[in-house]
């Protein structure tokens, strides 16, 4: 009964490659989230979908590419890999937005490694 | 600029003593502030949140502070477990329709027994 799943937990890609990673909810909210957690920990939004609409798209290269087939569903695809983008990808959901006193559930995170 | 400044950045203690981790921030127009704690190895988890009027709220041995004055929150963790041991991280959200929150760089706590 996992609230918010990742597939994969660990990803090991060569640079130039293309990979996605994918994420569902069974909370059945509104709004998804995507972040990125880098080697000292920090947490920085990347986009944010609701009612399968886009509505923050942060300053992240073009290469990144976020898909939301359904509310349920954020998936994310990165193109032409670099060694920068290894790092740790957590996907979340919230009811309402977080500035709503939305709470925000997180799932485990998908390990992303470009050698 | 919005920012959230955690201290200190790691935290040593030993199993049943008390600790106390800070959160600085100037977000602004502040909407709400929230504490997680991240086990290594996975996403975080919500401990608390607190919008401008509260004070104090509890959940459990976790217990966070908020002083919209001065723009300052704490978290006390009482008679610490060897499984308190994790990252804590403050979060603050504006007043705005989107998503963005803005994130401190976490306190790195271990519990020794």
């Known amino acids: 009964d996992t609230a918010v799943s990742q597939t994969p937990k660990y990803l090991v890609t060569q640079m130039g490659n293309d990979k996605s990673i994918k994420c569902e909810q069974n909370?059945?909210?509104?709004?998804m989230y995507w972040y990125k957690q880098d080697s000292k920990k920090f947490l920085k939004i990347m986009f944010s979908?609701?009612?399968?609409?886009?509505?923050i798209n942060e300053t992240v290269p073009n290469r990144f590419s976020p898909k939301s087939p359904d509310k349920a569903h954020l998936n994310l695809h990165i193109n032409s890999l670099e060694l920068g983008d290894s790092a740790v990808y957590f996907c979340?959901?919230?009811?309402?937005?977080?500035?709503?006193?939305?709470?925000?559930?997180f799932g485990p995170g998908t390990r992303l490694t470009v050698l | 600029k919005n920012q959230v400044e955690q201290s200190p950045q790691s935290l040593i203690i030993l199993e049943g003593k008390n600790c106390t981790l800070q959160?600085?921030?100037?977000?602004?127009?502040?909407?709400?502030l929230r504490w997680y704690k991240q086990d290594t190895g996975r996403g975080p988890v919500s401990l608390t949140i607190?919008?401008?009027?509260?004070n104090t709220k509890s959940n459990g041995r976790y217990t966070a502070t908020l002083d919209a004055d001065t723009k300052q929150s704490s978290l006390h963790i009482t008679a610490s477990q060897l499984s308190d041991s994790a990252s804590y991280i403050c979060?603050?959200?504006?007043?705005?329709?989107?998503?963005?929150?803005?994130f401190g760089d976490g306190t790195t706590l271990t519990v020794k027994p």
């Open positions: 979340a959901s919230s009811q309402v937005p977080p500035s709503k006193l939305g709470e925000q559930f």
């Open positions: 909370l059945g909210h509104d709004t």
């Open positions: 979908y609701n009612n399968k609409e886009l509505i």
């Open positions: 959160c600085n921030y100037t977000v602004s127009p502040f909407s709400n």
């Open positions: 607190m919008t401008f009027s509260e």
């Open positions: 979060v603050v959200n504006r007043i705005t329709n989107a998503g963005k929150s803005t």
